[in-house]
């Protein structure tokens, strides 16, 4: 069975362009999770979608948005970059059982972002 | 808020040897999952172990074993017969199963060596 995918391995941006981060869970998994690995901040919540819908955020700015499509697969998209934003964005999926939500998040590799 | 404690930046321990990764945390929640993930130079999260909370019993998995105290809000990671894979860095997470939400809080990581 295939893991999560993220793609693309790599992207470098500069100040002030918008970055697009993709991912697409496995199979049978309807929730999606992006995290942001900063070097010195560790690993942080940025977005959940479930079903197609923005379930929840972290203490992020509004130029961190994103999106769920029919078949779960996910998009990031980070605006205004700044220099900041480089990290590793690790995006993580986990099914639903009967209407609830199992705990075990799977990751996959994650995107380096690199703003110059 | 919760958060997560891993208060060993770095460790090491020889081949075939027993290390214990300290992890604290802090919550007012009494429904909650703990997890160890290993994030190896390859940068790919994977999944150790995890740990319900209402369990008393600590979980294992193969060479893998926590040592929850709840009361104390600790929640330890012992290797044994340590490998040259699992050199990595150990991340600790917890999450809140009921508040409706299923983000992952993280530590700051330890990274662990295995010298041959």
């Known amino acids: 069975e295939a893991g999560v995918t993220q793609s693309p391995t790599h992207l470098i941006k500069t100040r002030g362009q918008q970055a697009t981060l993709r991912c697409s869970p496995i199979s049978g998994h309807t929730s999606v999770y992006w995290y942001q690995q900063a070097l010195g901040l560790g690993l942080q919540f940025l977005l959940w979608?479930?079903?197609?819908?923005?379930?929840n955020r972290g203490n992020f700015p509004p130029r961190f948005s994103g999106r769920q499509f029919p078949n779960y697969s996910s998009e990031l998209n980070v605006n205004a970059l700044e220099l900041e934003d480089s990290a590793l964005y690790l995006c993580a999926s986990s099914e639903t059982t009967s209407g609830m939500y199992t705990d075990t998040q799977y990751f996959g590799p994650g995107t380096r972002l690199t703003v110059l | 808020a919760q958060t997560v404690t891993q208060s060993q930046p770095e460790m090491s321990v020889q081949e075939a040897e027993t290390v214990t990764l300290s992890c604290t945390y802090d919550?007012?929640?009494?429904?909650?999952?703990l997890f160890w993930y290993k994030q190896p130079p390859s940068r790919q999260m994977i999944l150790v172990i995890r740990?319900?909370?209402?369990?008393?019993q600590n979980a294992t998995e193969n060479r893998f074993s926590v040592n929850f105290q709840k009361a104390a809000k600790s929640f330890s990671l012992k290797i044994s017969d340590s490998q040259l894979g699992d050199t990595a860095m150990y991340f600790c997470?917890?999450?809140?199963?009921?508040?409706?939400?299923?983000?992952?809080?993280f530590g700051k990581g330890t990274k662990l060596s295995v010298i041959p």
């Open positions: 919550t007012s929640e009494s429904n909650y999952y």
């Open positions: 979608y479930d079903e197609g819908e923005e379930r």
């Open positions: 997470a917890f999450m809140n199963s009921g508040a409706g939400s299923y983000q992952l809080t």
């Open positions: 740990q319900e909370a209402y369990k008393q």
